[in-house]
């Protein structure tokens, strides 16, 4: 899958959305994607994760470890291309960390995977305690990549879309008086 088939897919499924949000990252902009479009379909769900797995498989994981819970199917299915285990990290009193019986061995090969990552922030979460746990991280993968992130690997993404994300206090729809919209109402574009 290109990255042309990705955005043209992500536009068709009706992922793309146009109006004033808030970014789980903090971030407004003016575009959200709607990943549970592609995600919804698990048929076009194995197709991206497979085209993300080829970009990860050079890496040779043994584990593919995300964020709960928009990561936990993206995982999957890049885990399924992979023929490794898959594993999410959630909060619990609001700190990242394996639960449910979930373990990275000392020394085991673990890919980092994101949905759409903005700033990377839940990636660098999922970074510190992998390595917490002894794993060694040795590739970071995201279906999209919408903003610069700031971490110790470089992403191998399906679809690097730069997109314009504010800061609440720099956002020109905030001072315009736009008022913020939820995604899970809004229109496609
Ligand atoms: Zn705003």
């Keep these: 899958m290109t990255p042309a088939e990705l955005r043209a897919?992500?536009?068709?499924?009706?992922?793309?959305l146009a109006g004033h949000f808030v970014l789980s990252s903090g971030l407004h902009s003016d575009r959200f994607i709607q990943k549970f479009r592609i995600f919804e379909d698990p048929t076009t769900?194995?197709?991206?994760?497979?085209?993300?797995?080829?970009?990860l498989r050079p890496a040779?994981?043994?584990?593919?470890v995300t964020a709960a819970v928009g990561g936990i199917?993206?995982?999957?299915?890049?885990?399924?291309a992979l023929g490794v285990r898959n594993m999410f990290v959630?909060?619990?009193?609001?700190?990242?960390?394996?639960?449910?019986?979930f373990?990275?061995?000392?020394?085991e090969r673990v890919a980092v995977v994101e949905d759409v990552m903005t700033t990377g922030k839940s990636v660098g979460e999922v970074i510190d305690v992998v390595r917490e746990a002894g794993g060694d991280v040795v590739a970071i993968g995201a279906v999209v990549k919408r903003g610069?992130?700031?971490?110790?690997l470089p992403v191998s993404a399906l679809l690097?879309?730069?997109?314009?994300?504010?800061a609440p206090e720099d956002c020109p729809q905030c001072r315009a008086g736009v008022p913020l919209e939820d995604p899970g109402s809004r229109r496609s574009i």
């Design 9 to 16: 897919m992500l536009e068709r499924r009706g992922a793309m």
């Design 45 to 55: 769900a194995e197709a991206v994760g497979a085209a993300l797995a080829d970009l």
């Design 60 to 64: 040779k994981p043994d584990v593919i």
């Design 73 to 80: 199917i993206p995982g999957f299915v890049v885990a399924k």
């Design 90 to 101: 959630e909060k619990v009193d609001g700190l990242p960390r394996l639960r449910r019986g």
């Design 103 to 107: 373990t990275v061995a000392p020394g």
């Design 148 to 152: 610069a992130v700031d971490l110790p």
């Design 160 to 166: 690097d879309l730069p997109l314009a994300d504010y």
